[in-house]
């Protein structure tokens, strides 16, 4: 069973735009929520993170909304480049036994046009 | 920088070989994870690593084996390889502590043919 559910699969926008990528759990024991870009031929790299005590985390031109009582979780791009265009990871991970485990999301290929 | 390093960017191999993959970090991390990605069904985890000689089965486990003799390299096993393994690999470390993103590596494209 995922425990991360991730949509959409794919995006394409035009540069400027807003995407938005969405991510949900049912795990309560999540207490951390990253999110991974990776470019063709690279690994993914850790891009922005949030923890459910805040509602919202900007860093730049990524922002991550949070709502905790939905339990989901979503990256917005502002004023997206077509340098953007990756593959979007989001994730989960939670205390205890898990020892830095993460469980990730299916990805969503992004796809910004000049 | 952390770095994580993948012995080999493309790998071909024959079906029932056995096949190595290595994985090797500079950071002095305690955790160690390997990956696999297919289009479509994202990063999948196959077995990570919390300490030299510790293993644990990820969620796709079966046909793989692993080895962590020391603490900055972490092996993956295929133990007789098979089509449907063809696949990207990824590797990936992080230190125990707290939350702490974890650092990949490339990653190596295998194909069994």
Same mark, same amino acid.
């Given at each position: %069973? ?21 991510? @949900?759990?049912?795990?309560? /024991? ?7 870009? %990776? ?5 993914? /790299? ?15 031109? +990524? $922002?991550?909304? +949070? ?13 997206? %480049? ?6 979007? +990871?989001? @994730? ?5 036994? *898990? ?8 990805? $969503? ?6 | ?23 090797? %970090?500079? =950071?002095?991390?305690?955790? =160690? ?20 000689? =510790? ?25 007789? @390889? ?5 696949? =990207?690999?990824?590797? @990936? ?14 990653? *190596? ?5």
């Amino acid at each position: %069973q995922q425990q991360v559910k991730q949509s959409p699969q794919s995006l394409i926008v035009q540069k400027g735009g807003i995407p938005i990528i969405n991510c @949900a759990y049912e795990n309560t /024991a999540f207490d951390y929520f990253p999110w991974y870009q %990776q470019f063709p031929g690279k690994g993914p /790299a850790l891009l922005i993170a949030i923890r459910p005590d805040v509602s919202e985390k900007k860093e730049g031109r +990524f $922002t991550i909304s +949070f709502n905790k009582s939905a339990k989901q979780f979503s990256l917005h791009i502002m004023d997206s %480049q077509p340098g953007d265009s990756a593959t979007y +990871f989001c @994730a989960a991970s939670g205390r205890g036994s *898990t020892l830095g485990r993460l469980y990730f999301g299916r990805g $969503t290929q992004l796809t910004v046009w000049p | 920088d952390v770095k994580v390093t993948q012995s080999s960017r493309y790998l071909v191999k024959r079906t029932g070989e056995k096949v190595f993959l290595e994985c090797v %970090q500079d =950071m002095d991390h305690e955790n =160690m994870f390997w990956y696999r990605q297919d289009p479509g069904l994202g990063l999948r985890l196959i077995y990570f690593s919390y300490d030299v000689k =510790m293993k644990e089965k990820g969620d796709i486990p079966e046909g793989y084996s692993v080895s962590r003799e020391k603490k900055e390299r972490f092996s993956l096993i295929l133990e007789s @390889a098979s089509t449907n393994q063809t696949s =990207m690999y990824l590797c @990936a470390s992080s230190p125990r502590t707290g939350h702490q993103p974890q650092h990949f590596g490339d990653g *190596t494209r295998l194909s069994i043919l």
